[in-house]
C-alpha cells in the first residue's frame, strides 16, 4: 500500500494554491490552514515530483504477507433450517471439489446447531473429505455472536485456506461477522470462483450495477472467505461417502449471552422464481400493465412462474423478488420464455443456465438469441396469441 503524505508545518497559502491547481484530479482540499488529501487521489505522484519541495512525500507501507503452505482446506458452511439443508451448501461443495482438483487439498464441511448427525452423514453423499461438526444445545437456534465464535475456533485450529457461504439471507448476515472476527476480506455476492495452483482464491462478481464484472484477488489474508449466489453451480451428484465425520467439542469456546431469542414468526412460504422449473420472463417491450394478459394462457397451461427485467420493476409493475439478473435472481429452470426482453448483460448472467431458452424479440440481433435453443423474430403482440393458441392446440391432443 502506499499514500501522500503532506507535511503541513511546511505548508504556506503560496504552497497550498500551487499544489491545489497542480492536481488533476482535485483531491487538496485547503482549510483553517490546513493542507489534507481527500479520497479523489490516485496517487499519480505529480504533487511530490513538481509541487513544491518537501510538502509531499510519498508513503509506501510494508504489504501483509502469509505462508500459503500453512492454510490447507477448502470448507463449505452447511446452512440449514428446520433440520434441512439449504441447496447452496450442496452446490457449493459440488464446486469446491472441482476447486480442490487444481490445488490438491481436501474439502471440509463446516456444520453447527443442535441434533445435526443427519446432515452430517448428507453431507458425506456429496464427496467431501470431512465433515466438522458442532453439536450442542447451546447452538440450536442461530445466535450470530455464538456461531461466529465457533468458526473463528475452528479456522484457529485448522487454518483453512478458503470459506465459502451461499449468499442467501442467512449467509449475507453471517459472513460479514465471520470477516470481521478472523480479520480478513470478504468478497459478497459472488457469481464465479476460480482458484490458483497456489491457493488463491479468484472471486468473480458483479460491480458498478452489474456492469463490469470484477475479479477480485486476497494474495496476502487468509482465510479467503466468499459467499456466493444460489443457482450458480450444478448441484452435484451423490456418491459412495469416502470422508469422516468429526464431532467437535465446543469447550473453551466463549459463547455470549447478549442476544436472547424471546420469539420466533415463520415467515409464509411464497414461490421463489430461483425454484421454478418453468419461467415465463417478460421486458420492456410489453408497453401496458394490462397488457401482461397476453402471458396468462402460457401460465396457467405451462403451470410457469411469471418473472421480469428490471425497468418493470421500475414501473412499479411487479416485485423486486421477480427480477432476474446480476442485481435480481439467479435461475435454472427446465424451461424459460423470454418475452420482450433486450438481452443485457446482467440479466444473460442470471439465467443462461436454463436447461431450454425460447426467446422472442422483434430485434434480429438480440444478443438473447445467441444463447437460446429456439428463436422467434417478431413483435410480441403478434407472436403470443399465435403461442397462445399452439399451446390450445398442444393441450386439446392430450
Not at 102 to 126: D, S
Not at 276 to 290: N, W
Request: contains cysteine; proline residues 5%.
Amino acid at each position: 500500500m502506499a499514500y501522500i503524505k503532506v507535511h503541513n508545518d511546511k505548508v504556506t497559502p503560496e504552497a497550498a494554491k500551487k499544489l491545489i491547481d497542480l492536481c488533476p484530479f482535485n483531491a487538496f482540499e485547503y482549510q483553517d490552514a490546513y493542507l489534507s488529501i481527500n479520497a479523489s487521489c490516485k496517487i499519480c505522484k505529480l504533487c511530490v515530483k513538481k509541487g513544491p519541495e518537501g510538502i509531499c512525500e510519498l508513503v509506501e507501507t510494508v504489504k501483509p504477507s502469509v505462508n500459503k503452505s500453512l492454510f490447507k482446506g477448502i470448507t463449505v458452511y452447511i446452512e440449514h433450517h428446520h433440520q434441512a439443508v439449504h441447496h447452496v451448501s450442496w452446490e457449493l461443495i459440488g464446486k469446491a471439489k472441482e476447486l480442490a482438483k487444481k490445488t490438491q487439498e481436501p474439502v471440509f464441511a463446516l456444520l453447527i446447531g443442535y441434533n445435526v448427525a443427519k446432515m452430517a452423514e448428507e453431507a458425506l453423499e456429496y464427496g467431501v473429505d470431512r465433515v466438522f461438526v458442532y453439536d450442542h444445545i447451546a447452538l440450536e437456534t442461530f445466535n450470530v455472536e455464538r456461531y461466529a465464535r465457533v468458526v473463528e475456533s475452528f479456522y484457529l485450529h485448522y487454518k483453512n485456506n478458503v470459506i465459502l457461504l451461499g449468499s442467501t439471507p442467512f449467509g449475507r448476515s453471517f459472513a460479514p461477522r465471520i470477516a470481521a472476527r478472523l480479520k480478513t476480506g470478504l468478497t459478497a455476492d459472488c457469481t464465479m470462483l476460480d482458484i490458483k495452483e497456489d491457493g488463491d482464491l479468484l472471486q468473480i462478481r458483479p460491480a458498478f450495477g452489474g456492469n463490469i464484472m470484477a475479479k477480485i484477488n486476497t494474495p496476502n489474508h487468509r482465510p479467503q472467505l466468499a459467499t456466493i449466489r444460489y443457482k450458480m453451480f450444478k448441484l452435484p451428484e451423490k456418491e459412495t461417502p469416502h470422508g469422516i465425520i468429526s464431532h467437535e467439542s465446543i469447550e473453551g469456546i466463549e459463547l455470549p449471552d447478549r442476544i436472547h431469542l424471546i420469539s420466533r414468526l415463520d415467515k409464509p412460504q411464497v414461490k421463489d422464481i430461483s425454484d421454478a422449473d418453468v419461467i415465463i420472463a417478460v421486458g420492456r417491450a410489453f408497453k401496458k400493465e394490462k397488457d401482461l394478459a397476453l402471458i396468462e394462457p402460457l401460465v396457467k397451461k405451462l403451470d410457469a412462474q411469471v418473472a421480469c427485467t428490471r425497468p418493470l420493476i421500475e414501473n412499479g409493475w411487479f416485485d423486486a423478488k421477480h427480477q432476474i439478473g446480476l442485481s435480481g435472481r439467479t435461475v435454472k429452470p427446465k424451461l424459460i420464455i423470454n418475452l420482450g426482453i433486450s438481452g443485457a448483460v446482467q440479466y444473460i448472467e442470471g439465467m443462461k443456465e436454463a436447461d431450454l431458452i425460447i426467446t422472442v424479440n422483434q430485434d434480429e440481433h438480440n444478443k438473447l438469441f445467441d444463447i437460446s435453443h429456439y428463436s422467434i423474430v417478431g413483435d410480441l403482440y403478434e407472436v403470443l396469441p399465435e403461442l397462445n393458441k399452439l399451446i390450445d392446440q398442444i393441450w386439446q391432443v392430450k
